[in-house]
């Protein structure tokens, strides 16, 4: 079973920042499109990030542009999440997700998921 690893979620107040980092297979992240969905309590789950394979491409989720920065490091087999100016609405279950740039922008339907890690910004 493939294992995408979150990590760097936490409590923080608004205004704040912080950096979620996904590890994953080598085989699976050198041929995918990184990305990161959240789901919020009685919302449904939205992509929030995403970069190509290559790295050429990203898409944001409008609610967090000029906010977040999406990127991967390919020498660690790792995406990360940078999120600054954190709002209390930020506030989610944050998943790594591994897919083809269509399953993961066009029809959000990855084919990897990680456990997700909880990210709660207080006001």
């Known amino acids: 079973q493939v294992q995408l690893v979150e990590s760097g979620g936490g409590l923080v107040q608004a205004g704040g920042s912080l950096r979620l980092a996904c590890a994953a297979p080598?085989?699976?992240?050198?041929?995918?499109?990184m990305s990161w969905y959240r789901q919020a309590p009685g919302k449904q789950r939205e992509l929030v990030a995403a970069?190509?394979?290559?790295?050429?491409?990203?898409k944001y989720a409008d609610s967090v542009k000029g906010r977040f920065t999406i990127s991967r490091d390919n020498a660690k087999n790792t995406v990360n999440l940078q999120m600054n100016s954190l709002k209390p609405e930020d506030t989610a279950v944050y998943y790594c997700?591994?897919?083809?740039?269509?399953?993961?922008?066009?029809?959000?339907?990855?084919?990897?998921w990680g456990q997700g890690t909880q990210v709660t910004v207080s006001s």
């Open positions: 970069i190509s394979s290559g790295g050429r491409s990203t």
């Open positions: 997700a591994a897919g083809s740039w269509r399953r993961i922008v066009i029809i959000t339907t990855p084919d990897y």
């Open positions: 080598g085989s699976i992240f050198s041929s995918n499109t």
